[in-house]
């Protein structure tokens, strides 16, 4: 394919300045997409986050614990009392009816089997509150070291976005600078042209090749490219701005 002889023109600016801007815009972009791309500790922050709440959720239970431990220790000393009152009321001689005496004997025992069932619900929950703690101990381990991760992640974050937005705010200034000295009309021209060209507005020739579709430009024009390289070219192969940059 050819490129259009009616888009050559000869423009009142200098061409090689709109490629600069067009590197300035690329450069721009990948700063800006790297900028967004930083780690800014989200996935830290939610783990540090889920190992606080596992640790607030064994804290929780091991309280829970205790408070039952309280209610068996005084449901026990209650079923002792009883029971010491009850077994001082059987020896004390008084009772005399032997219905009576069986049945204060069966309350004596089932008394002492509450207790016991007490107190084998008393070494279940003390088991299982050492096995509590030594999952906290570890839950606390895990949680110091998830903060320690967000706490280095947000500070690389810092330095990261920082140092991305002086030099996003570097290449802005350079554009703005560089776009003061162009002509309106180009620039204009430009924009549309990077919008459909998924960002390519300008091309370097190589080797006597549009870099942005690779068709080959005719000799003639190549030549009068390579003398002027201030002259204003279309591709007709894919509408981009053609400018000639040194071969190296």
Do not use: W
């Not at 800006?32 to 500790?41: E, F, K, P, T, Y």
């Not at 370097?204 to 030549?223: D, E």
């Amino acid at each position: 394919m050819a490129v259009d002889r009616r888009e050559v023109t000869k423009v009142g600016m200098s061409v090689s300045r709109l490629f600069e801007l067009q590197q300035i815009d690329l450069a721009l972009t990948r700063a800006i997409a790297q900028r967004q791309a930083l780690d800014d500790g989200s996935g830290a922050q939610a783990a540090a986050r889920a190992a606080a709440e596992f640790l607030a959720g064994l804290q929780q239970q091991i309280a829970e614990g205790q408070g039952r431990l309280r209610t068996l220790d005084l449901e026990i000393k209650s079923v002792e009392a009883k029971r010491t009152k009850v077994e001082r009321e059987l020896y004390s001689g008084r009772i005399g009816n032997p219905k009576e005496l069986a049945a204060m004997q069966e309350e004596v025992a089932a008394l002492r089997r509450r207790r016991g069932t007490l107190e084998d619900e008393v070494l279940a929950l003390m088991e299982r509150a050492e096995h509590l703690e030594a999952q906290v101990r570890e839950a606390r381990r895990q949680l110091e070291e998830a903060e320690a991760d967000l706490a280095r992640r947000v500070e690389a974050f810092r330095q990261a976005a920082e140092a991305s937005d002086r030099e996003i705010a570097d290449f802005a200034a350079r554009r703005e600078a560089l776009v003061a000295d162009l002509d309106e009309d180009l620039l204009r021209r430009y924009t549309r042209l990077r919008d459909q060209k998924g960002g390519i507005a300008v091309v370097a020739v190589r080797h006597g090749v549009c870099g942005g579709c690779h068709v080959v430009i005719p000799q003639r024009l190549l030549s009068r490219l390579e003398r002027d390289p201030e002259l204003l070219a279309a591709c007709d192969g894919c509408g981009r701005l053609l400018v000639v940059r040194p071969e190296t």
